[in-house]
């Protein structure tokens, strides 16, 4: 008797919501910051998507942890052992911001991410990330993608009525951001570009760190874009200092420094005192902090007419406290801001 035989998408619709790509290349900043292209399963394209948005990755050898509450209601994650005292192995799925254009995937073929290896408090890697930085280009290239691609924080979604776009980007929350202004500066080459202005903070700790640096400036410097691109780096070597190129200091104090705001750390130390509490520990912190300073070529006054209150926009995506902060600065300024929640 000839077998009934059902499509495996139709039993499982949501297994043909997976696939298998291959990682073709991988651009090391660091040994902890990556930047990876994947190409789609063999036959398949990735499908159209707007910068700014993400997609799930998984990979299936992945170290499994388990939660534990603790006795003071702490939650932590352990490694999750079996019967003779191996971690086991499993898939673990996360979110990545496509860090590539969508011009740059429709012609290469390939989706990019722009990844960080995570690390738990007590120096272990996370589970997903590990995966990833282990991979090996000849052997173990293989990385699960599911082809729906998600999310609505895209400049048609969050800044179109906007005069002035204003990117603050933190550690790998530059992604979205790279996406975007790539695929503007492609655009740009195709005829008139609008009035709009756009300007970019990346903070990272040093500057091996930051992310698409030269091509940020080859498009600075080509003209097409109405863009200005302000690195700053939060944890300077002493060379680094010397680099007048280069801003110092946490992206957000650097924009707190534009508006004439004292640092975060140094409001902090303010609350401390109107609470009345034992402002110590915040002054520690404050008279650490790097004190912000903009690249030479770029001035206070030329920032502040690209972000006037009633026309700008400010995206931030990266550090959770760093975005708060953000918002925070954006609305002592009356300045409308949006943030990529994760
Ligand atoms: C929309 C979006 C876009 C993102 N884009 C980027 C990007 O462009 N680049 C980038 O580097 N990252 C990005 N991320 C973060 C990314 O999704 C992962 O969270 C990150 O890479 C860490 O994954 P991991 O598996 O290595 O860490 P995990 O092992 O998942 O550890 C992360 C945290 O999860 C907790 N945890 C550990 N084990 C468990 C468990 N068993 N169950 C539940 N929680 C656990 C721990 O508190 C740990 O600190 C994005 C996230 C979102 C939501
Ligand atoms: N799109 C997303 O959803 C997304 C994107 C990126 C990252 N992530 C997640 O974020 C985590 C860290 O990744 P990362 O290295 O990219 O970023 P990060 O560790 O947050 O560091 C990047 C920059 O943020 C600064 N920073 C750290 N804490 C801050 C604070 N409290 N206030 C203001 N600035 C602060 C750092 O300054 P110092 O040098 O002074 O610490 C550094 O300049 C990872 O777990 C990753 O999974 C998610």
């Not at 603790?70 to 990545?96: A, K, M």
């Not at 500057?207 to 091509?215: C, D, F, P, R, V």
């Not at 498009?219 to 700053?232: A, K, M, N």
Request: with cysteine; aromatic share 10%; glycine share 8%.
């Amino acid at each position: 008797m000839q077998p009934y035989l059902v499509p495996i998408g139709v039993l499982f619709p949501c297994m043909a919501d997976i696939k298998v790509g291959t990682t073709v290349h991988r651009f090391d900043l660091s040994p902890i910051l990556a930047i990876f292209r994947l190409v789609p399963e063999q036959g398949h394209h990735f499908p159209p998507y707007r910068a700014g948005q993400y997609v799930a990755l998984r990979r299936d050898n992945c170290r499994l942890t388990k939660r534990v509450v603790q006795s003071d209601g702490r939650i932590i994650y352990l490694p999750d052992l079996d019967e003779h005292g191996n971690q086991r192995r499993g898939p673990v799925t996360h979110s990545y911001s496509i860090a590539s254009a969508p011009y740059e995937t429709e012609r290469e073929g390939w989706l990019e991410f722009y990844i960080i290896l995570e690390m738990y408090a007590d120096g272990k890697p996370g589970r997903l990330t590990e995966s990833l930085f282990q991979m090996d280009s000849e052997d173990d290239n293989r990385v699960t993608y599911f082809t729906k691609i998600a999310g609505d924080f895209t400049l048609e979604r969050r800044a179109a009525p906007f005069d002035n776009v204003v990117f603050v980007g933190t550690g790998t929350g530059l992604a979205p951001f790279a996406s975007m202004i790539k695929q503007l500066h492609h655009e740009g080459k195709d005829g008139p570009f609008g009035r709009k202005r756009y300007t970019l903070f990346h903070g990272n700790r040093g500057s091996a760190e930051l992310g698409y640096h030269q091509q940020f400036l080859d498009i600075e410097r080509s003209g097409i874009l109405d863009f200005v691109y302000v690195p700053t780096v939060s944890r300077p070597s002493p060379e680094e200092y010397r680099d007048h190129t280069l801003g110092k200091g946490r992206a957000n104090n650097l924009l707190r420094a534009v508006f004439g705001l004292p640092l975060k750390e140094e409001e902090n130390v303010l609350r401390a005192h109107e609470l009345g509490e034992d402002s110590e520990p915040a002054e520690a912190l404050a008279r650490r902090a790097v004190r912000p300073v903009l690249p030479a070529h770029l001035s206070r006054t030329q920032l502040l007419e690209r972000m006037t209150s009633e026309n700008t926009v400010i995206l931030t995506c990266g550090n959770p406290r760093s975005m708060e902060d953000i918002l925070h600065v954006a609305a002592v300024r009356g300045i409308k801001c949006e943030r990529e929640v994760w």
